[in-house]
C-alpha cells in the first residue's frame, strides 16, 4: 500500500457521476492515548418544550474526548445534573477530580427553532469560564454542538479546536455484480452527515480543499483523458482547469486559493507546474530526468514541497514558488513521500517507508528530526488537522483500506471506519 502513494501518478481514473446521496456514517473507535487526559464533567442538557432532536451535551463529550486532551466522566458517575448554576453543589464536584464543569439546556422555541444554553466552569475555583445562547434551527443543533465544544476546547487549553471542519474521503464498495464502486465523501469531522458529491466505477483519488473550504480539486477522466478538475460543493457545477497531453494529477492549492501546483507530463516527463486559475498562465517549476510529483504548498505561499526519485529512491524536497534549485529536505530511510504542512509551517507530516514497511512520521524542518508516529505497516495520505495536533491518514484494515488519526506527539490514536466499505484517501478540510 505504502507504495501506492508513489504510483499515483502512474494510474489516473475517475468517471464522474455528481449526486447527493447521503451515505453510511464513520465510526470512530479511540484505540490509545486516553491516559493522561484531563478528566471533564460534562452533565446531559435539560430539555424544554420536548425531547430535541439532537442530544447535544453527548456530541461535545464525543468531541472532546476524540480529541484525547479531555476524558468525560461517565454519566453513571456524575453526581447530580444541574442545568444552572444556582443549581451545582461545587465542593461535591471537587471529590470527581474533574478540572472543569459543563451544564446546559436546551428549549423549543416553536416551529423548527431551538434555543441552546451552555455554561462550562471551573470547579476548583466556582466560577464561570465562558457561556453562550444561541437559537438555531433542530437541523443546526448538531452543527451547534460542535462549535460548542470548539469553545470549551479553547478555553482550556488556549488552542483552537477543529470540531466543526470536515474531512473528504474516498470509499470503495462492491455493487451487486461484483464490480467495484468508487464514491468521494464528505462528512462532518466526526464522520456525520456524509455526502457522496462524486461517484464512479473507476477509482477516485487525492481530493484537495481549497482554502476557504467551498471547493474540492481532483482529477478526472471523464473524457478518457487525465484532467484536474475544480468543483463547488454547495452548487456542484465543476470546471477542467487542466487537460493537457499525458498526465494531469496531484493539484494542490495555493494558500490564497488562486494557484494549483500540480503536475503534468505535456513535455514528456512528469515535471512540477504552478496554475493561475484566473488567467490559466502555466509555470514550470522542476527540470528533472526523473519523476518530480505531489507538490504540497508552504503555508506562507512561499515555497512548494514535493516527491521526487532523483536521488534514487523518492525522498522530499523544497522549491521556491518563483523556481530555482530544489533542496533535499529528508534523509532518514529509504522512502519518504506524501508531505503535508502544518498549519504553522514548521512541520511535515509524510509517509516515511523503511525495510518494506510504511509509517506516518512528522519532520521538524528547522532540526530536521523525524518522529514516527505510527506502528501499522502499511499507512499513506497523511492530512494536518487546522489546528495542527491531529493528523489524518489512510491505512490498512480488516476489509481493506481504513482511515485513521494520530496526535502529533504519537499518543493518541483513533480508527476510523465505514460498514461494507474500503475508506481510503482523506483529506482535512481547513
Do not use: C
Not at 37 to 49: C, E, H, K, R
Not at 107 to 114: F, I, N, P, Q
Not at 406 to 418: C, N, Y
Amino acid at each position: 500500500m505504502g507504495m501506492k502513494v508513489w504510483s499515483k501518478i502512474l494510474w489516473l481514473w475517475i468517471l464522474l457521476v455528481p449526486t447527493q446521496n447521503v451515505s453510511a456514517v464513520l465510526t470512530i473507535e479511540i484505540t490509545g492515548g486516553t491516559e493522561a487526559a484531563l478528566p471533564i464533567a460534562i452533565v446531559p442538557f435539560g430539555s424544554q418544550g420536548g425531547i430535541p432532536p439532537e442530544d447535544v451535551a453527548a456530541v461535545v463529550a464525543a468531541d472532546l474526548a476524540r480529541s484525547g486532551r479531555f476524558a468525560p466522566l461517565p454519566e453513571k458517575d456524575l453526581l447530580s445534573r444541574p442545568h444552572r448554576a444556582s443549581e451545582i453543589e461545587f465542593h461535591d464536584w471537587r471529590r470527581l477530580g474533574s478540572e472543569g464543569l459543563v451544564i446546559g439546556e436546551v428549549t423549543h422555541l416553536g416551529a423548527d427553532r431551538y434555543g441552546v444554553r451552555f455554561q462550562l466552569f471551573d470547579i476548583y475555583k466556582a466560577e464561570q469560564l465562558v457561556g453562550r445562547r444561541y437559537q438555531v434551527p433542530a437541523t443546526g443543533l448538531r452543527h451547534l454542538a460542535h462549535q460548542i465544544a470548539d469553545l470549551i476546547y479553547e478555553t482550556l487549553t488556549g488552542e483552537k479546536g477543529a470540531f466543526t471542519t470536515r474531512i473528504a474521503f474516498v470509499t470503495v464498495s462492491k455493487a451487486v455484480d461484483g464490480a467495484k464502486e468508487y464514491s468521494l465523501q464528505v462528512a462532518d469531522v466526526d464522520g456525520h452527515n456524509p455526502h457522496t458529491i462524486l461517484q464512479s466505477k473507476e477509482p477516485i483519488m487525492s481530493p484537495v480543499w481549497s482554502p476557504d473550504g467551498t471547493k474540492l480539486a481532483y482529477v478526472s477522466f471523464e473524457r478518457k483523458r487525465s484532467e484536474v478538475i475544480v468543483q463547488e460543493l454547495r452548487t456542484g457545477r465543476r470546471q477542467s482547469v487542466a487537460s493537457f497531453p499525458g498526465i494531469n494529477s496531484a493539484p494542490d492549492w495555493s494558500p490564497d486559493g488562486r494557484k494549483l501546483a500540480l503536475v503534468l507530463s505535456k513535455e514528456g516527463n512528469p515535471e512540477i507546474y504552478i496554475l493561475d486559475l484566473a488567467t490559466r498562465r502555466l509555470t514550470r517549476l522542476t527540470r528533472n530526468a526523473s519523476i518530480d510529483t505531489e507538490p504540497t504548498w508552504a503555508p506562507d505561499g512561499r515555497s512548494i514541497v514535493f516527491t521526487s526519485d532523483r536521488g534514487g529512491r523518492p525522498q522530499l524536497y523544497q522549491i521556491s514558488a518563483s523556481g530555482g534549485q530544489a533542496q533535499r529536505l529528508t534523509f532518514d530511510g529509504t522512502y519518504n513521500a506524501s508531505a503535508s504542512f502544518a498549519p504553522d509551517g514548521q512541520r511535515l507530516a509524510l509517509v516515511h517507508g523503511d525495510k518494506g514497511q510504511f509509517h506516518i512520521a512528522v519532520l521538524d524542518l528547522a532540526s530536521k528530526d523525524l518522529q514516527v508516529l505510527t506502528e501499522t505497516r502499511m499507512d499513506e495520505s497523511p492530512s494536518f488537522a487546522p489546528n495542527g495536533r491531529m493528523i489524518l491518514y489512510a491505512t490498512s484494515g480488516p476489509q481493506g483500506g481504513a482511515l485513521a488519526a494520530v496526535s502529533t506527539d504519537g499518543r493518541v490514536r483513533q480508527r476510523l471506519a465505514q460498514k461494507g466499505d474500503e475508506v481510503r484517501e482523506p483529506a482535512w478540510s481547513p
